[in-house]
């Protein structure tokens, strides 16, 4: 089992800046792929950002809304995945989940919300 804990959210002005973290725990040998997903009310889940959890490097990926403004990284040592948020706007506005993938399974935190007010 995959366990994930995100941190980091709140509410901040547009223009502003937060750094959402996300810390795995457990079985976590053979994740490959860590993200970040987001859901606004009546709206679906979809992803942010994702990046790969390979030894020879990562290979990030951003959703057309967000890049340029939001930067995803890892720091191993830690088991953490990082989502920089600058340059936020009220459409970012949404509970942030964290995901990760590990042998064809993926395991979800439980969220963390960001509020973005005009």
């Known amino acids: 089992q995959v366990q994930l804990v995100e941190s980091g959210g709140g509410l901040v002005q547009a223009g502003g800046s937060l750094r959402l973290s996300c810390a795995a725990s457990?079985?976590?040998?053979?994740?490959?792929?860590m993200g970040w997903y987001r859901q606004a009310p009546g709206k679906q889940r979809e992803l942010v950002a994702s990046?790969?959890?390979?030894?020879?490097?990562?290979?990030?990926n951003y959703a057309d809304s967000v890049k340029d403004r939001f930067t995803i990284s890892r720091d191993n040592a830690k088991n953490t995945v990082y989502l920089q948020m600058n340059s936020l706007k009220p459409e970012d506005t949404a509970v942030y989940y964290c995901?990760?993938?590990?042998?064809?399974?993926?395991?979800w935190g439980q969220g963390t919300q960001v509020t973005v007010s005009s």
């Open positions: 995901k990760a993938d590990r042998r064809g399974r993926q395991y």
């Open positions: 457990g079985i976590i040998f053979g994740i490959n792929v």
């Open positions: 990046i790969t959890s390979s030894t020879s490097g990562s290979n990030p």
